[in-house]
């Protein structure tokens, strides 16, 4: 077995369905990519383990699904339309923009002119206008976080819940930067989804719970099937932090380009309460907050013992789908040399299929049949998608389904029609054996546990 490199996994991401270049007919957009057949199911599965853990599993995590475009108000009140900026440099020879860090000897990276601008700020927002006159003056953001409007439906989620501190409320959605140089496949892209927990505490316990969700989501990456050795825990550097943040530790992953961040979680303290609440003077707000003339609720909370207000303080744990997404496919990308086949070792529960049905001979109606009322009977315990494999010899679907993941084939022949057993193959092992077809359920479930 030999690990992945980025060139076989984009390979196996267009071959078998997973990703795609989005605009690919008419040549492609740079940093957009779209979400195939089979990357669709990955990406759910990915979602939905995250969600369970988040909200389900707990008590004291509510969710929530705000909309994607921003009204301008928030963004400002947030630092971004002030802070969310790359400095660029404008190549005069060129006419290349780069970013700062790219020089190379005060040279354009592109045709090696030294005659440039000197650093100027670029803001990775995305804008578009609202309502049918498009001057210029009525517009909102495409969101660059989705933590923003969870802030400001901090006070509907409190009022709306019986929620005592501490609590947090988890969102799952698209955001949006326009960067500047988009690179490695699916890692740095413009539009992307986020997985993040805005967690509100008291202030002085935010660094015990800081630790604390560190070790949550460390953890959680383990149980996704990561090797622990590929996970590295970095604490941002005060000059890198973001202008929110008093201390953010990063969970790094050995992506095959390299080691970045897959996760950052961020103690970002009472900024953002305190950036959108109204009355700012009325509470001791520890952080440098933009003054709010504009904000019409109260974002605070009363404290038990004395009823005094105060701004909760916020930790946030916050990951890219598509990081993650790149992670599990880096580390479930197989090449099992011996039998010359490539397997993606992911765990049953994110597999895209979770078992494919194969009839033996495609044009006999009963053995049709009867995988086509195994199908049925396994897709309703709902455990995600089982597929009937009507096309192709037996073979190319093992191997077909080696390549997508999926944990178990079963295939239905003349003998199932006289004994009712299946032959159920394991993609890991490859090994296979008959059972009943009355055993399948707890057979497949068990796959699950
Ligand atoms: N709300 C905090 C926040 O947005 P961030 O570190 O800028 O913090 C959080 O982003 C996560 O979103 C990152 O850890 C990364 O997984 C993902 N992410 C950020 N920018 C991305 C991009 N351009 N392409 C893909 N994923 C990105």
Redesign the pocket.
Known sequence: MTASTMEELVSLCKRRGFIFQSNDIYGGVKGLYDFGPMGVELKNNLKQSWWKSIVYERDDVEGLDSSILTGREVLKHSGHEDTFSDPLIDCKSCKNRFREDQLKDHKCPFCKSKDLTNPRPFNLMFKTSIGPVDDGSSFVYLRP?T?QQIFTNFKNVLDSTNKVIPFGIAQIGK?F?N?ITPRNFI????E?E?L?LEFFVLPGQDEKWHKYWIDQRYNWWINQGIDKNNLYLENVESSEL?HYSKATVDILYNFPHGKE????I?NRTDFDLGSHTKNQKDFKISSKVIENDKSTTKLAMQKLEDNSWYIPFVI?P???V??GVLALLNEAYKVDEKNSRTILALKPNLSPIKAALIPLKRNNEQIVNFAKKIKNKLQKLGLGRVVLENSGNIGKNYRRHDEIGTPICITVDFETLENNTVTVRDRDTMDQKRINESELNNFYKKYFE
């Open positions: 976080e933590a955001a930067r960067e890692f740095r892209v413009r992307f986020q993040e973001s961040e897959l996760e950052g961020a946030e916050s990951a890219g598509e990081r």
